[in-house]
């Protein structure tokens, strides 16, 4: 059986596999599409359907006797044949927990658009993960909508009498066509394959794209670790290496609790991939002392009592060190402007700037 | 953050190519791009850092002006000899901005298409950004607005271009350069931000797959008596509340040549060619200044909070003014 549209083939729809076990009934939320089809989504935004696209989308819908659920992260949107579309807020009849759950059963990945057909009689018919930049957001939700508009095109196309398989199937067939279709052409970076999940908990470990092996040279040894691109310089030192004199505070660049010095010039080491500092000499607080003799930095801040709950120190003291190697600041307002990058919530600034002017003579630059 | 495939290519083909499919992000210092990553604000398929192209060096030109890498980083522009000499607002500007880990980690070319500090715009969980969702409307129109534009805005966004280095290059004629899949042009760093419009998601001429290798500065008198003036809520390490880069050539008393820019109070890197027009052929005296910071800010809109960086902005612009006069 072929499915056509008015450009041609788009697919050849029988004979309609069922992904898995037949026997097996696949979870849809909320309830309420016995005896349809339903296009089920899960993307990340919630999608923005207003106007008349919503209408056209309804109409499609009623056109193809068939439901579209769209899952976010924290709602249901379902679209049925016959009704508005409605909202299901997490907080109202359907827990987040639900949401997960399901995500969870499908085995669809955060972070990617991943669309299922499941038939009138609950059993899965087509399954497919896209994980592509242009298929999130809004984006991700015109993909779905273009499919089902292109399903209905391709219904309307076939001859009734070409095929013995029950109406049902045809919608199912041609929804799974254009599915197909659609995905594939949005998703420029590709499409994954699927596979029934078989632990509960992978589903909610978001994907993980070309893990990769990284070597850091830090504190004058060579470590090499096996992570994602995603992991930043600071959690891998604290979290994989162990090193954890290096403080996060604010995450974002913000703070300076994080400062390490890369090649002699002090970062912020949450604002670094750690797959970009390798080549990189890298020394953290933990790197400062020789042996049991402290560094000068360190020792001035010893002496000046330099710090009151000691989180920025680490931070603070790499900053000077730093600021030392750089040469620049001299007077006390200078080096206040250039250890601008360094927040303590404690105020022990005025010890900090003694300490950082102690320690300049004692340092060999 | 969302997962992403990491790509490190060594050569400007590769890049090119790289960065011009669909779901590439650019990365080079990574102060902007991971901050956005970690918000949840860009969430691409794959990273390409630049690292490790050529785009790294400050170049002499034979007329005593420089070509600046992409990948330069902003402390290093800033110490510049050259720049500190030829250019002194650049530098001024640049050290005004962030702070020295930042400015030892950021590029040139990330700070010339950095995001905008808008709070709505970098909170995934306001729904109305068109900048961060077309269409979905203003979150700050009508919220907060203390820290947004009050020159180039629309109804679509007042989000700030937060730059301190683009007012500069913009008064000083600076020029980028620009290559992607269809070759080389150049463009005025004037013109190479837009104004919000309806697509507040649209932030520059820059053309899909197309990178920023260098800018480009020539030198002239007056750029080497340009000033920097930025103020804001700290003493350091804040963005603008308002700022403007100014330079100025005097001869007897009389202005001949005038570069206006401003920061922190629009949309994008913003040059008044009304405040160098009331300056230009006119006393190099206060009441120019006041004149010229007048028409700065005359087609300001402010929308309640950021009212006063109407009258914030005309300081500024005097301020910066007698400054450049006085260095000229």
Redesign the interface.
Known sequence: VESRTADGVVGNVAPLRVIGDPAEKWPLTPGGFEGVPVVLAFV???P?VRGPSVEALRAELRGLGAALVVVSSSDVWSFRPDNEFERRASAADISAGDLSELRRRYGAP??ALSVFVVDAERRLRFAQTA????V???AAMATVVEAISAAGRALVASSPRAVQVSRRELVVGALLTALAAALSEAC??GTRGWAPPTQPSAADV?????E?DVTLQVNGAPHTLHL???V?LLDALRERMGLTGTKKGC???QC?AC?VLVDG????S????A??AQGGKITTIEGLADGDTLHPVQAAFVEEDALQCGYCTPGQIM?AV??LG?G?AKTDDEV???M???ICRCGAYPNIVSAIQLARGRVRS | VRPFAYLRPTDDRSALHAAAENGSEAIAGGTGMVDLLRLGVSTPARLVDLAALAWSRIERSADGGLRIGALVKNSDLAYHPDVQERFPALSQALLSGASPQLRNMASTGGNLLQRTRCSYFRDVAIRQCNKRLPGSGCAAIGGDTRMHAVLGGSDACIAVHPSDMCVALVALDAVVRARGPNGERDIPVEELHVLPGARPDVESVLRKGELVTHVILKPSPWAARSVYVKLRDRASFAFALASAAVALDVAGGTIRTARVALGGVATKPWRSHEAEHELVGQAANAATFRRAAAAAMENAQPRGDNAFKVELGRRVVVRSLERAAGAA
């Open positions: 990340e935004e919630a923005i955060f972070g994980v592509a930049a242009d999130r957001g809004a420029h970076v978001p994907s993980s794209l070309n990769v994602e691109p995603r930043s995450d974002h660049g300076g400062t010039r002090r970062v912020n949450c604002l670094v991939l797959v970009m900053s730093g600021l750089e620049r206040r402007e250039h601008s990058g360094n």
